[in-house]
């Protein structure tokens, strides 16, 4: 699904998203990713949601967002044990499938939101 946000300046806004990947300035990024207003770090994460673990989170972590959204791939997926490592780190973290995620975030990101969204592959 494409998408038409527009925002000034060089803030990270996804594109699009679906079997292709996740663009973003025009780049797919077919694997894992974290992505916030003005950074990125791709690869990211492993292939499916099941072994996410909380070192996973460590550069969010140094950041302190407002908001973690964290897209499961095709299917949201809760681990519950990281939701209650994250929880404890006090991070609040959204769990939802990954188109979701990117909706959201670009939703948050238009409200100058402090969001950080961490996104599987769409099609994990």
């Known amino acids: 699904m494409k998408l038409h946000l527009q925002h000034g300046g060089h803030r990270n806004v996804v594109h699009a998203y679906g079997p292709q990947g996740i ?4 780049k797919s990024h077919t ?11 791709s690869p990211w994460g492993p292939e499916h949601a099941n072994a996410l673990q909380l070192s ?3 550069e969010v972590l140094a950041r302190k967002p407002d908001i973690v959204l964290l897209g499961t791939g095709k299917r949201q997926h809760f681990p519950l ?4 490592a994250l929880g404890a780190a006090e991070l609040a973290v959204e769990v939802m499938d990954t188109s979701a995620a990117c909706r959201t975030y670009n ?13 599987l592959p769409p099609e994990a």
Do not use: K, S
Not at 81 to 84: A, G, I, K, P
Not at 111 to 118: H, S, T
């Open 31 to 41: 694997q894992g990713l974290l992505v916030g207003a003005d950074w990125l770090h």
């Open 23 to 26: 663009i973003i300035h025009g």
């Open 107 to 119: 939703i948050l990101l238009a409200e100058d939101r402090v969001v950080v969204a961490a996104l």
């Open 56 to 58: 996973h989170f460590a």
């Open 81 to 84: 044990e990281l939701m209650r």
